[in-house]
């Protein structure tokens, strides 16, 4: 069985930096993709960013230059560093992972944290 446990989110001052993480624990050989996506309230879930087994990243136009993410095999982690926050990056943040598992692929979901960028 494959669990991911998101943390680092919080209250952020608007202009403030955030780390996320996302970190894969079971019976797993490695991580094939992470995807983080946001769901603001009233809103629907939408891409944040991606990257790839290869290490290939992609962003969303709004995140752009602002978000990076990165990942650290070793640990089976995946990071969502979060610079210039604006009020508008307020939402739930959630992790989705292709893990390759002695069964196979399989897609999990972290449980969400919230990231509210306030004065």
């Known amino acids: 069985q494959v669990q991911l446990v998101e943390s680092g989110g919080g209250l952020v001052q608007p202009g403030g930096s955030l780390r996320l993480s996302c970190a894969a624990s079971?019976?797993?050989?490695?991580?094939?993709?992470t995807t983080w996506y946001r769901q603001a309230p009233g809103k629907q879930r939408e891409l944040v960013a991606s990257?790839?087994?290869?290490?290939?990243?992609n962003y969303a136009d709004s995140v752009k230059g602002r978000f990076t993410i990165s990942k650290e095999d070793a640990k089976n982690t995946v990071y969502l560093q979060m610079y210039n926050l604006k009020p508008e990056d307020t939402a739930v943040y959630y992790c989705?992972?292709?893990?390759?598992?002695?069964?196979?692929?399989?897609?999990?979901w972290g449980q969400g944290t919230q990231v509210t960028v306030s004065s």
């Open positions: 989705n992972m292709e893990v390759t598992t002695p069964r196979g692929n399989y897609y999990s």
């Open positions: 079971g019976s797993i050989f490695g991580i094939f993709g």
């Open positions: 990257i790839t087994n290869a290490g290939t990243t």
